[in-house]
């Protein structure tokens, strides 16, 4: 969440040809409008009736610079970069993990990590880390690959958890909604899912308790730093970008927390203080 191959050429002869090569590069932003690149059906983060968050920071950032969206609609799947970013039909990604090689990353706009779901009237609504007794031959929900998958197969949990797969096109498929459905129902005891995903949905369910994960202290962690993501070589554009998120960062908070996220602080060791 693998550069195009042509921005590893890039990369590469940038030493080479460093001036020419920027320039290419800088001229594929279009200044016209906001360009985005964007999963149509993967809510809360973003849909094609713009309704996510995302969508919203992305209105934000539109607003600020004086410029409509535009949107390049693509299923966040293998591939979505190289047909969207990379293929310039678009300027930004406005959810990237810091550190993601697909992509030139800003500086992060919010820390979020991941929860567990239990239902409210359960006697899970006390357990804050995953090493808790209380989950021992518990069906927990898990998304395959994940980094809570890890964790869940180290303390012995795997056996008795049901796996998702969340890599799929949510045009068709609702596999976080599937999740929270099941905890619901009561068809698993729990689940474990990215903070910014379950927040949201879980929002306005008053049978749902979402926990964020704050005391895991083995790896793989559990807490991301989330940036916009641009072509790589386009450090003007990220200046830019960074400058933004930097004056905005109180409006970019707001709607975050609007939305349900679960913002946390830069290590992922407590809940994010609301700014007077």
């Given amino acids: 969440m693998r550069p195009a191959l042509a921005a590893v050429v890039m990369l590469a002869l940038a030493p080479l040809a460093a001036p020419a090569a920027r320039a290419q590069v800088a001229d594929l932003v279009d200044h ?20 996510g968050f995302e969508n919203r920071i992305a209105d934000l950032f539109a607003a600020k610079l004086g410029v409509p969206v535009q949107y390049t609609w693509f299923p966040q799947v293998i591939g979505f970069v190289r047909q969207t970013l990379g293929a310039g039909k678009c300027d930004v990604v406005i959810g990237f993990a810091q550190g993601d090689e697909l992509v030139l990353n800003t500086n992060h706009y919010y820390t ?3 929860v567990l779901v239990v239902r409210a009237d359960g006697d899970l609504t006390g357990v804050d880390h995953l ?3 209380a989950l021992k031959g518990r069906k927990i929900g898990v998304v395959a690959g994940a980094p809570p998958a890890t964790h869940v197969a180290r303390l012995g949990l795997m056996k008795d958890a049901k796996p998702y797969d969340l890599m799929t096109d949510r045009r068709v498929e609702n596999p976080a909604g599937d999740m929270l459905h099941d905890v619901e129902t009561g068809a698993t005891d729990a689940a ?8 949201p949905l879980a929002k306005d369910n008053p049978k749902l308790k979402v926990i964020p994960l704050l005391r895991e202290t083995t790896t793989p962690r559990l807490f991301f730093r989330i940036t916009m993501g641009v072509r790589p070589g386009e450090d003007v554009w990220k200046r830019e970008l960074n400058s933004m998120i930097r004056r905005n960062q109180g409006e970019i908070d707001a709607i975050l927390r609007d939305a349900g996220v679960p913002l ?13």
């Fill in 32 to 51: 016209t409008a906001f360009r985005v690149c964007a999963d149509p059906a993967n809510l809360p983060l973003s849909s094609q009736d713009s309704t």
């Fill in 112 to 114: 979020s990590t991941h």
């Fill in 131 to 133: 090493s808790d007794p």
């Fill in 192 to 199: 474990l899912m990215w903070g910014p995903i379950a927040g």
């Fill in 264 to 276: 946390v602080d830069d290590y992922g060791k407590q809940l994010k203080p609301v700014a007077p």
